[in-house]
């Protein structure tokens, strides 16, 4: 599978024409069952209209224009390869997101998946940070989540800094996001996959044997739920 | 609300923040020039002065410092550890973040400091080397090479260098320089002899030292020429010519 950082595909002016096009060659010479990107944006324009990199991924606002910016493209994308294309979650460190009608992230996701027809790859440990970092319920938020579209999961552990925990992938997975992953691989009907992500810098903070454990403890929980819920559902496993 | 308005601000808030209070007031002001809803504009300038906003605009450093640190490794040892951190942070303030890819960001680096870092032994070479390192392994091709035979060339011939090669010049012997500098160990003194070595996409990691003859006949390649030029430039050329074809340094125009 495919996973990707540099598409900003949520930029209004236009997401990266030539990340795409390294999508497309990389299609060519390996296929892939299905890829994704993040939900957010890199790139914008100047006032005078010049190309400007922001540096690090920037959210969208929950609104209607987002929605209208991002939905084609994702179908778009999708149609493409001819494969699902997932979307996911990320985490942001700025308040107040601008938003309309009373939509928050779950909304705004469940709103972006329902229309455009993508997957959503749901990361655990950027839900988790969003719920400490701003101070909303996880798991209330993760109830009104259409769990349905998550194709794939993301855990991860990392540091706090100024007061915020940070999507950094420095450390084992902590245990409120195990919580989490317990309470959505039962009620994920299509998850194919769930991916430990680590920075090759922290390998040696978390160690051969820590990595050990927090596959093995993966691999108990998607076992345990392939023998009472469901196999993968329609994408297979991975 | 114009989305593309509020990502031009965001994005370039992000681009240019500063965390002396003179910028920021700038930054508000600019703010008022810009389409945006009186929503959208309050909660700009809200964000200039968060925790979040401060955090968001370190990540971003953090990240091009990290991009730096694994892809320009001798060049940051090269220079004094005095200096690496001043050198960093003042190419991320003063050139902007075009591309999440490394290479990218390490050629921009890398340009800034050879037109900026002064006073440094071996730097100009170092930061020269190492761009056109990545430049070659940007450019590595890994398709069978069948490498024309000198012999059996015309002397009308012309012969261009590869677009991902190149002659460094060094004024100690390479070897013993980046030995010392992946070691940390005190770098061999400047002497006077020139060490030329040749970068190049098909040679194994990417560069090996030329003979003297070599050198002369890759240079004289850098303005279009003939085969039979060539044979001026050297008095044998055969071998050394031969040589840098194999090692992808120079081409045969079709």
Not at chain 2, 111 to 120: C, K, M
Not at chain 2, 173 to 182: C, F, G, I, R
Request: aromatic content about 8%.
């Amino acid at each position: 599978v495919v996973h990707g950082l540099g598409l900003s595909i949520g930029t209004a002016a236009g997401w990266n024409a030539d990340y795409v096009h390294i999508l497309d060659m990389l299609h060519q010479y390996q296929p892939f069952f299905w890829h994704s990107e993040h939900l957010g944006f890199l790139l914008a324009t100047t006032s005078d209209g010049r190309p400007l990199h922001a540096g690090v991924q920037l959210p969208l606002p929950f609104t209607e224009e987002a929605l209208d910016v991002v939905t084609p493209r994702a179908t778009a994308l999708a149609a493409r390869y001819g494969v699902p294309f997932l979307l996911e979650n990320t985490t942001y460190y700025l308040p107040g997101l601008l938003a309309d009608g009373g939509r928050d992230e779950v909304a705004f996701l469940n709103d972006l998946t329902e229309r455009s027809g993508c997957g959503l790859l749901l990361d655990l440990y950027n839900w988790h940070c969003n719920a400490v970092n701003f101070g909303f319920d996880a798991l209330e938020a993760l109830s009104r989540l259409r769990l349905d579209r998550v194709v794939e999961i993301h855990v991860a552990g990392g540091t706090t800094h100024d007061g915020f925990l940070m999507d950094v992938h420095s450390d084992v997975v902590p245990e409120a996001v195990w919580v989490l992953l317990e309470w959505v691989v039962p009620r994920a009907p299509h998850l194919a996959g769930i991916v430990y992500e680590l920075l090759d810098y922290a390998l040696p903070i978390v160690g051969a044997a820590g990595i050990r454990r927090q596959l093995e403890r993966l691999s108990s929980i998607w076992e345990h739920t392939q023998t009472v819920a469901h196999s993968g559902g329609k994408y297979g496993t991975a | 609300m114009a989305l593309r308005e509020l990502q031009t601000a965001l994005g370039t808030i992000i681009a240019t923040h500063a965390p002396d209070l003179s910028r920021r007031a700038a930054q508000r002001a600019w703010l008022g020039t810009l389409d945006l809803t009186e929503a959208e504009r309050t909660w700009l300038r809200q964000l200039l002065n968060t925790p979040g906003m401060r955090l968001t605009c370190t990540i971003q450093r953090w990240w091009r410092q990290m991009r730096l640190q694994q892809t320009v490794r001798l060049t940051l040892a090269a220079l004094p550890p005095a200096r690496r951190l001043q050198v960093v942070q003042a190419y991320i303030a003063t050139v902007p973040c075009t591309s999440l890819f490394f290479i990218p960001e390490a050629q921009q680096f890398l340009d800034f400091a050879l037109h900026t870092v002064a006073g440094v032994p071996h730097l100009d070479a170092i930061a020269r080397f190492e761009h056109a390192l990545l430049c070659a392994r940007e450019a590595e091709d890994t398709s069978v090479h069948t490498p024309p035979d000198v012999t059996a060339l015309l002397p009308s011939q012309a012969l261009h260098p590869h677009q991902a090669a190149a002659l460094i010049s060094f004024s100690a012997p390479p070897e013993q320089l980046l030995h010392a500098l992946l070691q940390g160990i005190p770098v061999p003194a400047p002497d006077n002899h020139a060490y030329a070595v040749l970068v190049t996409p098909r040679l194994p990691h990417y560069w090996r030292p030329v003979t003297p003859d070599e050198a002369r006949l890759f240079m004289a390649c850098q303005a279009p020429t003939t085969v039979e030029r060539l044979r001026t430039v050297v008095e044998h050329p055969a071998q050394p010519l031969q040589a840098l074809i194999d090692a992808g340094a120079l081409c045969v125009a079709p």
